[in-house]
């Protein structure tokens, strides 16, 4: 038991330190590309990272000892991928719009993120303490997720920010961790009711009138997202891992044809009226429009951020132009948000975007893993809802920048500046964390007396199915 445990713990330390090693060799390329040369401080970032790396391997290691040893490395390694593509991005919005740094914000928000990640896991000793509050998870979350549209001013068009003088965060982010736990929670006291209850047309399972509550009421507050805060990438995710969970809960596949149904008849109609989310659309359909002559543009297309991500990407080819030899200025400042995925596939080519895409589904992955080794009903429903979100994150944000979809404003995870974007997903990976913990901790002994000896968190054998009625937990207030 202890060997197994503590081999985890050394295959994640070794994994670690690739991760730090591969982080410090871009960001010498960066400086030997840019200066010829070693950047300032390397050695004292490279030390920065390895103690950051260091300090949420420790929590694991004493907080969370039997946990997935695959999450925290991949983490790192976004982490400290986004921190070289901002530094990168700050040489070349200094020369060419003389901006700020933004690097160094960006290290200071991954502190606070680590450190929340280590804070979460040594404080939730238990993750189902989270269902004993559904409803005011669901307060709160509804709270959050329509703040931003009664504090006045919008960023580039999107309302999606809550300001208070000098201080800012996006709520969206938190709310997604937020309204997953009530997903998860709801979800295990009405799977049957949602499960077992509805006709069969044509060979498909669809829900009953009464039934469809739950899912009208998510698309309602998706589509008045939409409408008065303008964010389509965070009315994607709500609505979106809401019939994933839903799905996984039930195993209708009735719900995922109307929760589709009526994501693309909102996203319809509200793509029709809503100018900020009409353009949007333009400019995904149209990209190139854009340097037409301006009176045969189409309607709304006011950039040409859509057609210079197209142009990075056809750039960068196969294996790119190199770590700080391409032109991802001419994105502007959106190539530190969303469209820094376009300095990858610029400078790092179509091989070293799919390394990065893989990383996330490697994610995705260890967390549906997690979601069948976690011996109960929560637990399952809210890893795999974590994974979910995650997941739409990713798409949303790449579909938008490759033109697979309209652009959502979404900052990528962990790659993209954003203070509230690194510690949301801190967060998520530490309830991950603490999920696979619990999984993955060792069976009840009988005792010497025939008593049992149980584990601090029990756990079900691995592919364990969601439990019946009679397994369901008890009602939350």
């Known amino acids: 038991m202890a060997r197994s445990r503590n081999r985890a713990r050394d295959t994640e330390l070794r994994m670690l330190v690739f991760a730090v090693a591969l982080c410090l060799f871009g960001y010498a390329l960066v400086g030997y590309a840019v200066d010829d040369r070693l950047p300032d401080g390397f050695f004292t970032v490279g030390g920065g990272l390895a103690v950051l790396a260091g300090v949420a391997h420790l929590a694991v290691r004493k907080f969370a000892p039997y946990a997935d040893p695959l999450i925290l490395p991949v983490t790192t390694t976004l982490s ?18 003389n901006s700020p740094p933004a690097a160094g914000g960006q290290v200071m928000w991954t502190v606070i993120g680590v450190t929340a990640f280590t804070i979460l896991l040594a404080v939730l000793r238990d993750y189902r303490l989270l269902q004993r509050y ?19 001013g919008d960023t580039y068009g999107a309302k ?68 008065f805060e303008r964010d389509l990438g965070t009315s ?102 969303d469209f820094i995925i376009t300095a990858v596939g610029e400078e790092l080519g179509l091989a070293g975007m799919m390394a990065v895409l893989l990383l996330y589904l490697l994610l995705a992955q260890r967390g549906l893993r997690t979601a069948l080794e976690a011996g109960d009903a929560f637990g399952k429903l809210l890893a795999a809802g974590l994974a979910c979100a995650l997941v739409f994150q990713v798409f949303v944000v790449v579909g938008g920048v490759t033109g697979l979809m309209p652009l959502t404003g979404k900052a990528l995870p962990f790659l993209a500046q954003g ?43 691995r592919g364990t199915p969601l439990p019946g ?3 369901r937990p008890p009602a939350a207030c």
């Open 80 to 97: 400290g991928l986004g921190l070289v593509l901002i530094h990168r991005l700050d040489l070349s919005y200094k020369d060419t719009y």
């Open 134 to 152: 559904v409803y005011i998870t669901a307060l709160v979350a509804l709270v959050l997720l329509m703040a931003p549209a009664f504090f006045p």
């Open 160 to 227: 999606r920010w809550i300001r208070a003088g000098a201080l800012s965060f996006q709520p969206g982010e938190f709310v997604k961790i937020i309204i997953t736990v009530f997903f998860a929670a709801y979800l295990t006291m009405q799977r049957d009711a949602l499960a077992l209850t509805g006709r069969r047309i044509w060979g498909i399972h669809l829900p009953r009138g009464r039934q469809l509550g739950p899912i009208v009421t998510v698309w309602v507050f998706s589509l008045l997202v939409l409408v």
């Open 236 to 337: 994607l995710i709500f609505f979106g891992v809401f019939v994933a969970v839903l799905y996984i809960a039930t195993e209708r596949t009735g719900w995922v044809l109307f929760g589709l149904l009526m994501a693309a008849l909102g996203a319809a109609v509200v793509g029709s009226y809503e100018p900020h989310v009409h353009g949007r659309v333009v400019a995904w359909l149209h990209p190139f429009d854009y340097y037409l002559p301006p009176g045969q543009r189409p309607a709304g297309l006011v950039s040409d951020q859509a057609a210079q991500a197209l142009f990075s990407f056809g750039s960068g080819g196969i294996l790119g132009t190199g770590l700080g030899r391409g032109h991802s200025e001419l994105i502007a400042f959106a190539g530190r948000s």
């Open 419 to 461: 203070g509230s974007s690194v510690v949301a997903n801190w967060l998520v990976m530490a309830l991950l964390v603490r999920i696979s913990d619990g999984a993955r901790r060792p069976q009840p002994k009988p005792g010497p007396a025939g008593g049992i000896v149980r584990s601090p968190t029990p756990s079900a054998p």
């Open 469 to 471: 009625p009679a397994e």
